[in-house]
């Protein structure tokens, strides 16, 4: 009978993200996760991160993937998965070849993302140049440029898809608030942990990750900090307002005579 159960136990995951006990970052270089486990602190996320150092052998970080290895992770977790573009080395036997290899993978960019670049290449101590990434705030960058966001591919299509180069400002960016938020995302003093040292971010402020993050009744966004200062990196999620959409009304009440709690908007009547 023991030997029937000890063969039937199936192998359970340590990590599991941020809905478990473990939580967000389980995954850590000390202790890399397996193949299908998260959450992983991977490059795909922006901000410090250990690169694919969080998973083992030759598995990557990915970005928001978990559920496809299972309902019960967190839409945001990032597990650890298989690489899905190796690099293939090719033959060089003709000039043409060498010409589109060098086309392909040029050696004239010191930084050339994440399909070259084993660590970060863009660091505050060595920024980059324009038209070299992967980087992940402003001040990776040489000077007064900033950090893209997944645009790499117009300086190469050997860059990876999400990774982020250098380019000119094309409007004087503010780098820090006046007077406003004190939560000002990545790009902030205290980064993305700002809203739990905070104690919960007010509207407008974040990074934030869930809504546990936010005061009161407020929500986290996705993506949208942007929309509350120029200050905020692209991928940074600030706490909002919730939404009262239609399906939150019941339907038992349609047709409906008067317009449901908190909608704004309610037509020429």
């Known amino acids: ?3 029937e159960h000890h063969w039937n136990q199936k192998k359970v995951k340590e990590c599991k993200g941020r809905n478990f006990d473990n939580g967000r970052r389980c995954c850590t270089p000390e202790e890399p996760c397996d193949e299908g486990e998260g959450d992983c602190d991977g490059p795909g996320d922006g901000g410090q991160h250990d ?31 298989k690489s899905s573009s190796p690099l293939i080395a090719l033959p060089v036997n003709t000039q043409g070849l060498k010409d589109r290899i060098q086309d392909l993978f040029p050696n004239d960019k010191r930084c050339r993302g994440r399909n070259f670049d084993k660590d970060r290449c863009c660091t505050a101590g060595t920024p980059c140049v324009e038209g070299e990434g992967d980087c ?9 440029l900033v950090c893209g966001n997944n645009n790499c591919k117009a300086f190469g299509s050997f860059f990876h898809e999400k990774d982020d180069c250098c380019i000119k400002p094309e409007i004087k960016s503010i780098t820090q608030p006046i007077s406003g938020p004190r939560c000002t995302g990545r790009n902030g003093v205290n980064g993305r942990e700002c809203c739990t040292i905070v104690g919960g971010c007010v509207e407008g402020e974040g990074d934030c990750e869930s809504d546990n993050d936010c005061k009161g009744d407020l929500v986290c966004g996705d993506n949208n900090c942007k929309a509350f200062g120029s200050l905020f990196h692209p991928k940074d999620d600030c706490c909002i307002k919730p939404s009262t ?19 704004r908007c309610n037509g020429r009547n």
């Open 1 to 3: 009978v023991y030997q």
């Open 245 to 263: 959409s239609i399906e939150s009304v019941p339907k038992t009440v349609f047709p409906l005579v008067e317009p449901p709690p908190g909608q």
């Open 136 to 144: 992940e705030a402003d001040i990776d960058c040489n000077g007064s």
């Open 51 to 81: 690169g694919d150092k969080g998973c083992k052998g030759s598995l990557v970080c990915g970005s928001n993937n978990c559920k496809k290895f299972g309902a019960y992770y967190h839409e945001k977790d990032d597990c650890c998965e």
